[in-house]
């Protein structure tokens, strides 16, 4: 089935250290792919996207390439801040099923000064 | 514009009881989708609404309904609560694109947050 796995956290870094959280799927159709992100006590925002293989979304300093050939949509950052600390989610979505989006587990990232 | 609304934020209920959850959608967004979102099971999807019509339902058993407004308002329901539906009840919504179809992009609300007693 069409799934999304995330990897497991907790993830805690030092402020401006690199971040990579991997995220690869499985599906039957042809997804576009989706990051969001969860405040504390908040609903989903959605950070980026990418609708074909080799597009790359990216937005406030994130970004995320949509990998085909190894079904892949990895979140990077180059430097992280406290205030990126939240718990991220990787989903996707098919073409032609409505509007039901496959969400990972999730990973919770902790930034420290 | 107004974001999305759930109310209640939260909800105390006990084992037997039912359950009515609200969701306001964005103005203009006629897709609603509801997701059940759980420290063990992450987010799952419920079902979604479009223009008062059910077009997708997850695997959640007959106690878990919703039915949709002309107004895109929308309400999802849960009868018999049991322990395990406690957890953080999402609404997203939808605009639709030029094409007529739905944006490949939903926006949250803030949840609502069951437990059960």
């Known amino acids: 089935g069409d799934s999304v796995t995330q990897m497991e956290g907790p993830v805690t870094l030092s402020e401006e250290a690199f971040l990579t959280i991997n995220c690869t799927y499985t599906?039957?159709?042809?997804?576009?792919l989706f990051w969001y992100v969860q405040y504390p006590g908040e609903g989903l925002q959605l950070l980026l996207k990418?609708?074909?293989?080799?597009d790359k979304g990216s937005n406030k300093g994130f970004e995320a390439t949509y990998r085909k050939e190894t079904t892949s949509f990895h979140l990077e950052k180059g430097s992280v801040q406290v205030s990126d600390s939240a718990v991220y989610f990787c989903?996707?979505?098919?073409?032609?099923?409505?509007?039901?989006?496959?969400f990972g587990t999730g990973t919770s990232l902790t930034v420290i000064p | 514009k107004a974001g999305v609304t759930q109310t209640p934020r939260y909800l105390i209920k006990t084992r037997g009881q039912q359950v009515t959850l609200s969701c306001s959608p964005i103005?203009?967004?006629?897709?609603v989708s509801w997701y059940q979102q759980t420290p063990g099971q992450g987010l799952q999807f419920l079902f979604e609404?479009?223009?008062?019509?059910?077009?997708n339902k997850g695997n959640f058993p007959g106690r878990f309904s919703g039915r949709q407004f002309s107004n895109s308002r929308s309400e999802m329901n849960v009868s018999t609560l049991e322990l395990g539906d406690s957890a953080l009840y999402l609404c997203?919504?939808?605009?639709?694109?030029?094409?007529?179809?739905?944006?490949?992009?939903?926006?949250f609300g803030p949840g609502t947050r069951l437990t059960v007693l």
């Open positions: 599906a039957t159709g042809y997804p576009s």
């Open positions: 989903a996707l979505k098919l073409m032609n099923t409505g509007n039901q989006f496959y």
């Open positions: 997203a919504s939808s605009p639709i694109v030029a094409s007529g179809r739905v944006a490949n992009e939903q926006f």
């Open positions: 990418a609708t074909k293989a080799d």
């Open positions: 103005s203009g967004h006629r897709s």
């Open positions: 609404y479009f223009s008062e019509t059910q077009r």
